[in-house]
């Protein structure tokens, strides 16, 4: 039985920019890195930096995505769901790699034009890896196309995807899946760690016989920057009580995973520890152990809002970690409806 919510030991509010352009209204991904803190919102293709003051993020700016990375589809949602920078000051992101059904509205009568209903969105745009590398600033870190022999790089984009796409279409577990819309059970990756030269992507869908999926890759790097996958995709499979994978974040050796719905129930949702994560690598892509991480604490969640999507650790020292939110509710949005108000939370040991 779930235990009772914690309760967050701050609130850190978002101090959005109201210059007329479209507001940063829900966020799928965070990350920090000193004094600066990157978001993403799945509604866009752009990063959203603020400098952290205190318990305020101030001094927002948005970097579009089209001017570091040669996007097939510069111009469309890339639906980011994982942020990460490694030990070589890399900034990682990865897209949903989901299909999408379409929303068609009610007609008259509480009427629903199914051939609507049954167009499903092209998933290309979606189907992005990509590293950036960051230099340090008067403002705080940055990431820029090139720094000297550092490059920003992705995996290569195609006429129906990316080479992970492909990957996946292929794989004898997944290939059902790639079939369908993200919320009704389909691929969605959230959430991404980077160890070395092993990528942790975590799914949200879909769960496996009730376990979680996440996929390990190796990869290497061209001089051209861009991203090549070595090899099949690792599975790991999580016993998250039938919860998929929401977000990944790397502390030291130790995985935090923030598990919730794989459809768009509100919740329940919770944060897990994997132990030694760092240390235990996928070595067998046939038959694999059943990994059953610590459930550190289930997070609050609302009702039709307010749904823990993303995660930054907010010290050095790994003890507090801040929760951003998807659909926050009125309450905790700022001005212009943009996103306001994230969660700290103290981690228990």
């Known amino acids: 039985m779930a235990s009772r919510p914690a309760k ?30 990157f978001l993403a919102g799945d509604e866009s293709a752009r990063i959203e930096l603020f400098r952290i003051v205190g318990e305020k993020a101030v001094d927002h700016s948005s970097i579009a995505l089209g001017s570091l990375l040669d996007l097939a589809d510069p111009d469309e949602e890339a639906d980011i769901e994982g942020l990460a920078v490694d030990d070589d000051r890399f900034l990682w992101l990865v897209g949903s790699h989901a299909r999408t059904r379409r929303k068609p509205g009610k007609q008259e009568g509480e009427r629903i034009d199914l051939e609507l209903l049954a167009d499903l969105r092209d998933t290309r745009p979606r189907c992005l890896l990509a590293r950036l590398p960051l230099v340090t600033t008067p403002a705080g870190w940055r990431p820029v196309r090139s720094d000297g022999v550092r490059r920003a790089g992705m995996v290569r984009q195609g006429r129906k995807g990316s080479r992970l796409a492909r990957r996946l279409h292929k794989d004898p577990l997944l290939k059902p899946f790639t079939r369908l819309p993200a919320k009704e059970g389909g691929v969605d990756i959230e959430g991404i760690a980077i160890c070395g030269d092993r990528i942790a992507l975590g799914m949200r869908g879909p769960v496996i016989a009730s376990h979680a999926l996440m996929l390990e890759l190796r990869f290497r790097v061209g001089r051209s920057g861009r991203i090549k996958l070595c090899g ?94 998807d659909s926050p509710s009125a309450t905790r949005r700022g001005a212009g409806g943009s996103a306001g108000d994230c969660d700290v939370f103290a981690l228990p040991g």
């Not at 109201?18 to 507001?23: A, I, L, R, V």
């Open 8 to 37: 967050p030991v701050s609130t850190v509010a978002l101090q959005c920019r109201d210059d007329g352009e479209e507001p940063l209204a829900s966020l799928s991904a965070a990350t920090r890195i000193g004094d600066t803190l």
């Open 232 to 325: 099949k995709p690792f599975k790991r499979l999580l016993e998250l009580a039938g919860l998929g994978i929401r977000d990944l974040k790397r502390r030291g050796d130790d995985l935090l995973i923030l598990a919730g719905p794989t459809t768009g129930l509100d919740g329940p949702c919770a944060l897990y520890r994997w132990p030694g994560w760092a240390l235990d690598e996928a070595c067998n892509d046939t038959v694999v152990r059943l990994h059953r991480p610590q459930r550190l604490l289930d997070l609050p969640h609302g009702v039709g809002d307010d749904h823990p999507e993303g995660l930054a650790l907010w010290d050095e020292a790994g003890r507090e970690l801040l929760v951003v939110y």
